[in-house]
Protein backbone atom coordinates (compact mmCIF):
# COMPACT_ATOMS: atom_id res chain seq x y z
CA UNK A 1 0.00 0.00 0.00
CA UNK A 2 0.90 3.30 -1.21
CA UNK A 3 -0.02 7.06 -0.48
CA UNK A 4 1.64 9.43 -2.26
CA UNK A 5 1.06 13.13 -1.26
CA UNK A 6 1.99 16.22 -3.02
CA UNK A 7 1.13 19.88 -3.57
CA UNK A 8 3.13 21.14 -0.58
CA UNK A 9 4.91 24.53 -0.98
CA UNK A 10 5.86 27.90 0.08
CA UNK A 11 2.29 30.25 0.18
CA UNK A 12 2.52 33.38 1.01
CA UNK A 13 -0.50 34.36 3.97
CA UNK A 14 -3.36 34.18 2.66
CA UNK A 15 -2.71 32.01 -0.48
CA UNK A 16 -4.26 28.85 -1.64
CA UNK A 17 -2.80 25.40 -2.22
CA UNK A 18 -4.03 21.98 -3.09
CA UNK A 19 -2.95 18.89 -1.81
CA UNK A 20 -3.22 16.18 -3.41
CA UNK A 21 -2.45 12.34 -2.25
CA UNK A 22 -2.96 9.35 -4.80
CA UNK A 23 -3.60 6.01 -3.20
CA UNK A 24 -2.15 2.69 -4.79
CA UNK A 25 -2.57 -1.06 -2.93
CA UNK A 26 -5.88 -1.16 -2.20
CA UNK A 27 -8.97 -0.33 -3.08
CA UNK A 28 -9.09 3.51 -2.53
CA UNK A 29 -13.17 3.19 -2.62
CA UNK A 30 -13.30 0.72 0.28
CA UNK A 31 -11.48 3.12 2.69
CA UNK A 32 -12.22 6.45 4.67
CA UNK A 33 -9.55 8.72 4.72
CA UNK A 34 -8.32 11.85 6.79
CA UNK A 35 -5.28 14.70 6.84
CA UNK A 36 -3.66 15.37 9.61
CA UNK A 37 -0.40 17.96 9.89
CA UNK A 38 1.99 17.90 12.34
CA UNK A 39 3.93 21.42 12.83
CA UNK A 40 8.14 21.61 14.34
CA UNK A 41 7.65 20.14 18.14
CA UNK A 42 3.78 19.55 18.24
CA UNK A 43 1.58 16.57 17.72
CA UNK A 44 0.08 15.46 14.60
CA UNK A 45 -3.30 16.82 14.79
CA UNK A 46 -6.30 15.98 12.41
CA UNK A 47 -7.87 18.37 10.17
CA UNK A 48 -11.18 16.38 8.21
CA UNK A 49 -11.46 13.54 6.12
CA UNK A 50 -14.48 11.56 4.08
CA UNK A 51 -16.12 8.26 4.33
CA UNK A 52 -16.00 5.68 1.67
CA UNK A 53 -18.07 7.65 -0.68
CA UNK A 54 -17.06 11.27 -0.17
CA UNK A 55 -19.33 12.48 2.92
CA UNK A 56 -16.91 15.01 5.04
CA UNK A 57 -16.66 13.97 8.30
CA UNK A 58 -15.54 15.88 11.18
CA UNK A 59 -13.68 19.15 10.77
CA UNK A 60 -11.15 20.39 13.04
CA UNK A 61 -11.69 24.19 14.85
CA UNK A 62 -8.48 25.62 13.19
CA UNK A 63 -9.30 25.02 9.59
CA UNK A 64 -13.03 25.07 9.46
CA UNK A 65 -14.14 27.55 6.96
CA UNK A 66 -10.77 27.27 5.42
CA UNK A 67 -9.95 23.96 4.42
CA UNK A 68 -11.93 21.35 2.46
CA UNK A 69 -11.73 17.88 1.40
CA UNK A 70 -12.54 15.35 -1.45
CA UNK A 71 -12.11 12.37 -3.46
CA UNK A 72 -12.34 10.85 -6.25
CA UNK A 73 -12.31 7.09 -5.99
CA UNK A 74 -12.30 6.25 -10.18
CA UNK A 75 -8.83 7.87 -9.59
CA UNK A 76 -7.83 6.51 -5.78
CA UNK A 77 -6.78 10.40 -5.24
CA UNK A 78 -8.05 12.65 -2.32
CA UNK A 79 -7.62 16.37 -2.01
CA UNK A 80 -7.41 19.21 0.37
CA UNK A 81 -8.12 22.23 -0.53
CA UNK A 82 -6.50 25.18 1.84
CA UNK A 83 -7.72 29.03 1.40
CA UNK A 84 -6.56 31.71 3.70
CA UNK A 85 -3.87 29.99 4.34
CA UNK A 86 -1.92 31.34 7.93
CA UNK A 87 1.40 31.42 9.07
CA UNK A 88 0.27 29.01 11.66
CA UNK A 89 -0.55 26.13 9.16
CA UNK A 90 2.73 25.77 8.84
CA UNK A 91 3.32 22.24 8.74
CA UNK A 92 3.70 18.63 7.16
CA UNK A 93 0.76 17.17 5.80
CA UNK A 94 -0.24 13.71 6.03
CA UNK A 95 -3.14 11.89 4.25
CA UNK A 96 -4.25 8.60 5.75
CA UNK A 97 -6.89 6.05 5.61
CA UNK A 98 -8.73 3.27 7.30
CA UNK A 99 -11.40 1.22 6.82
CA UNK A 100 -13.56 3.35 9.37
CA UNK A 101 -13.49 7.17 10.03
CA UNK A 102 -11.70 8.63 12.58
CA UNK A 103 -9.67 10.90 14.20
CA UNK A 104 -6.93 9.87 16.18
CA UNK A 105 -3.66 8.95 14.52
CA UNK A 106 -3.79 5.36 16.05
CA UNK A 107 -6.81 4.74 14.10
CA UNK A 108 -5.13 4.78 10.85
CA UNK A 109 -2.90 2.14 9.48
CA UNK A 110 -1.98 3.41 6.17
CA UNK A 111 0.15 6.88 6.18
CA UNK A 112 1.55 8.81 3.11
CA UNK A 113 5.24 10.45 3.65
CA UNK A 114 4.15 14.09 4.21
CA UNK A 115 4.43 17.22 2.49
CA UNK A 116 5.70 20.28 3.50
CA UNK A 117 3.64 23.50 3.42
CA UNK A 118 5.27 26.22 4.78
CA UNK A 119 2.94 29.90 4.42
CA UNK A 120 4.98 33.17 4.79
CA UNK A 121 4.08 36.02 6.66
Known amino acids: VQLQASGGGLVQAGGSLRLSCAVSGLTFSDYAMAWFRQAPGKEREFLTG????????FVADAVKGRFTTSRDNAKSTAYLQMNSLKPADTAVYYCAVDDVPGTLVTEYDYWGQGTLVTVSS
Open 50 to 57: TTRSGVST
